[in-house]
């Protein structure tokens, strides 16, 4: 990676995308891969031997989205690259019962409520955390987030900011326990995923729901993610964060009315992208193919 002027920093030469480019920020988020590990390795020598020493590596992914990086790692380290595919799940069928979900989302028209959540391991600060719930209020969409209870509080609750709760009362929700994410992705009523870019939930908005994508990465591969999801494929809309990593509730109010707007023309442009990459990732055969070649590519490696 090599610094900018700007306080950036870009990928080495020969990466495949020019489009990623860390803020300074985001590349410190890295720094763990230096961190001795065990008996005085880093983390990086544990993965790079690993990938120096095997016969073959694997990524979870699929060509059509990643075959290029995929080609990368391939020349990197003089290595056959076998993909797995997505490896997504069903869809579940039936009601979101749920903390009472089902009858919750009902109440809005369909394609209007903005779905706001962060993963299992994401904890924010109480000032962030406040930005983010005044966002979603400035927004005047209904919405639903979940997120653990910010640092330093006991629960989500007693972290709002005053008078929250009584303004939000008929049009906001907010959990602090696990909920199942894809069935309410898949409900009519939600129109807009506001994500953490995790890579299961990248793969579950990209192949698996109709919503409306707003980014809003916290770490590591999350940030490349959303930069990949934004600018190469151009299916959702990042959130604009400062120099230190913080975003402001105008931020993210403005990234969730870009996609929901149905006049903008970056919304009906993610929106139509991300149409027909569903189309191609939910298509009849295309994971249970790329299961069965990757099970015949590990098959030819042992019997060589």
């Known amino acids: 990676m090599a610094s900018t002027a700007a306080g950036k920093v870009r990928p080495p030469l020969g990466y ?41 590596i694997a990524l979870k992914t699929c060509r059509e989205i990643e075959g290029t990086f995929g080609d990368y790692i391939a020349t990197q380290f003089k290595k056959p690259v076998l993909y797995t595919g997505p490896v997504l799940p069903d869809p579940e069928k039936g009601p979101l019962e749920e903390h009472g979900l089902s009858n919750w989302l009902e109440k809005f028209k369909p394609g209007s409520v903005v779905f706001c959540a962060f993963g299992s391991q994401l904890i924010l600060e109480k000032k962030q955390f406040q930005e983010l719930v005044l966002g979603l209020e400035l927004t005047g969409l209904p919405f639903l987030l979940v997120v653990k209870p910010p640092e330093g509080t006991k629960s989500v609750e007693e972290a709002l900011p005053e008078g929250f709760k009584e303004r939000v009362q008929e049009k906001g929700l907010i959990l602090d326990c696990w909920v199942p994410q894809l069935k309410i992705l898949t409900h009519e009523s939600v129109g807009c995923f506001v994500s953490h870019c995790g890579y299961g939930s990248m793969w579950e908005s990209l192949a698996l729901c109709d919503c409306q994508l707003v980014l809003l990465p916290s770490a590591n591969d999350q940030t490349l993610s959303a930069r990949l999801m934004e600018q190469d494929l151009k299916v959702g809309v990042e959130v ?56 015949q590519n590990l098959y030819e490696l042992l019997v060589k």
């Not at 480019?21 to 544990?46: D, M, P, S």
Request: glycine letters at 6%; aromatic letters at 10%; hydrophobic letters at 35%.
């Open 16 to 56: 495949p995308s020019t489009t990623v480019v860390l803020h300074e920020h985001e590349a410190k988020l890295l720094e763990f891969l230096f961190q001795e590990y065990g008996k005085g390795v880093t983390i990086y020598e544990r993965l790079t031997k690993g990938m120096t020493q095997c016969d073959a």
């Open 240 to 295: 604009k964060k400062d120099e230190n990593g913080w975003f402001s509730k105008e931020s993210l109010c403005k990234a969730v009315k870009c996609v929901m707007d149905k006049d903008s023309q970056v919304g009906c442009l993610v929106k139509e992208n991300h149409r027909k990459w569903k189309e191609v990732l939910s298509s009849t055969g295309f994971m249970s193919n790329y299961i069965d070649s990757f099970i």
